[in-house]
């Protein structure tokens, strides 16, 4: 996590019913490139900030659908929306309770935000403002449509929209919540005018779209492959050497973060998973920040017997830092014994869990080398991996410039 996220804490509103959306499912739950509306907003969020500190409010009637797009990303449980969206956040804020520095909050029909909007909001509040709101200025000419059914052009001059995420100091937010809970305001900044308290503006973004009709969703789906055109793939190998397995069970052979029962084990300071770290050092390789060893030195004793899902799950924050997406994974493990087969398939899932990926977009293949070299010998067990992520052409921007500093 970047240190300018420090004190963050995250609600998703998604409680509203999208009554202008249609159709059988809300609009937050509707697919957008194989995952729901709302995860979309998750996955970003979740590579800026830790996982119990964001919350999402949803209606009671969606529980289902939050369980699905939410899998696997070990979330707290829901909160529970009320009937407006201001008591939604109002009720949402008691989790909150007690908390200290700023709460993002954002809406799950804008799937479409950004890693530099999410860094310029953590900035600005790092600076000090209480209420920051990114904003655009509206562009097109805007009409009036009147009562006698006539119309008339509006003047547009320092007319702006307001988007969403918008970023509070979260004591005063509260306070602002409970002091006009009777108010009906259509968003949190709303309440600081009230109170005449200043809004701190950033410049919001034109891809930061709201779904609201089911047009929208083809826009956003446009928007967001367009930004993970850079297509990159990175290869990563490694060894580690087989032991007998020690007496006392002190030391179990894992491989691609799956338990397997054999006589030997893999030699190595952390959990000697070749699998997870060939993997590690492929997706590494694509996002172009180094090797393992140089993010997890084999010296540092944080790391002795470490389970290396840690490492993998770091090597795939830092692809998402950059706003980028992971597309596939390929390991190929190389060895004699233990077999694999009868494993492939709960490596799959597990590695496909660490990664927060369908197990399609994992692969897991074996081979043995004929008895021939030193995995023929069954002295070790080699594995190499490939990766294929998706990065947007502007990862290079130094605004994203987030390497080394998740944790
Ligand atoms: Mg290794």
């Known amino acids: 996590m970047a240190h300018s996220n420090h004190g963050f804490?995250?609600?998703?509103?998604?409680?509203?019913?999208?009554?202008?959306?249609?159709?059988?499912?809300?609009?937050?739950?509707?697919?957008?490139?194989?995952?729901?509306?709302?995860?979309?907003?998750?996955?970003?969020?979740?590579?800026?900030?830790?996982?119990?500190?964001?919350?999402?409010?949803i209606d009671p009637g969606h529980a289902a659908h939050y369980a699905a797009a939410t899998e696997g990303l070990g979330l707290l449980p829901p909160l529970l929306g009320g009937r407006t969206r201001q008591e939604t956040v109002r009720n949402a804020l008691t989790a909150f309770a007690g908390e200290d520095g700023h709460i993002l909050i954002h809406d799950a029909a804008r799937p479409c935000l950004s890693a530099s909007m999410l860094s310029r909001l953590c900035d600005a509040a790092a600076s000090g403002h209480a209420a920051i709101v990114p904003v655009l200025p509206v562009t097109d000419t805007a009409r009036r449509l009147l009562s006698d059914g006539s119309t008339k052009t509006e003047d547009r001059t320092g007319l702006f929209l307001m988007q969403t995420p918008q970023a509070f100091h979260l004591p005063a937010l509260h306070r602002l919540h409970e002091k006009h809970a009777d108010k009906n305001a259509t968003d949190d900044a709303c309440l600081f005018e009230l109170d005449s308290m200043s809004l701190h503006f950033i410049a919001g973004e034109r891809d930061n779209i709201?779904?609201?009709?089911?047009?929208?969703?083809?826009?956003?789906?446009?928007?967001?492959?367009?930004?993970?055109?850079?297509?990159?793939?990175?290869?990563?190998?490694?060894?580690?050497?087989?032991?007998?397995?020690?007496?006392?069970?002190?030391?179990?052979?894992?491989?691609?973060?799956?338990?397997?029962?054999?006589?030997?084990?893999?030699?190595?300071?952390?959990?000697?998973?070749?699998?997870?770290?060939?993997?590690?050092?492929?997706?590494?390789?694509?996002?172009?920040?180094?090797?393992?060893?140089?993010?997890?030195?084999?010296?540092?004793?944080?790391w002795k017997n470490a389970d290396s899902a840690k490492f993998l799950r770091h090597a795939a924050d830092i692809v998402m830092a950059q706003g980028g997406i992971i597309s596939h994974v390929d390991i190929t493990l190389v060895c004699e014994a233990p077999k694999i087969s009868p494993h492939r398939d709960t490596m799959r899932a597990r590695v496909a869990e660490i990664l927060q990926l369908p197990p399609s977009r994992v692969s897991i293949k074996a081979t043995t080398t004929e008895g021939l070299g030193f995995t023929g010998r069954r002295e070790g067990i080699a594995a190499q991996a490939v990766a294929t992520i998706r990065l947007p052409f502007t990862a290079d921007l130094p605004h994203n410039e987030k390497k080394g500093t998740i944790v």
Request: aromatic share 6%.
């Open 210 to 302: 709201k779904i609201t009709l089911p047009e929208d969703l083809a826009t956003a789906e446009s928007i967001l492959s367009g930004r993970h055109g850079d297509i990159r793939t990175g290869q990563g190998y490694d060894v580690h050497r087989l032991v007998p397995a020690p007496a006392d069970g002190s030391r179990k052979l894992f491989i691609c973060g799956v338990e397997i029962p054999h006589g030997f084990v893999l030699e190595g300071h952390s959990d000697a998973d070749v699998g997870l770290h060939a993997l590690t050092d492929a997706l590494l390789g694509a996002a172009g920040d180094g090797d393992i060893g140089q993010h997890f030195s084999p010296q540092d004793p944080r």
């Open 9 to 57: 804490s995250c609600l998703v509103v998604a409680a509203g019913s999208g009554t202008r959306f249609g159709g059988e499912m809300a609009k937050q739950y509707a697919p957008l490139l194989g995952k729901s509306v709302l995860r979309h907003s998750l996955d970003l969020l979740l590579a800026f900030f830790p996982k119990d500190k964001i919350r999402v409010a």
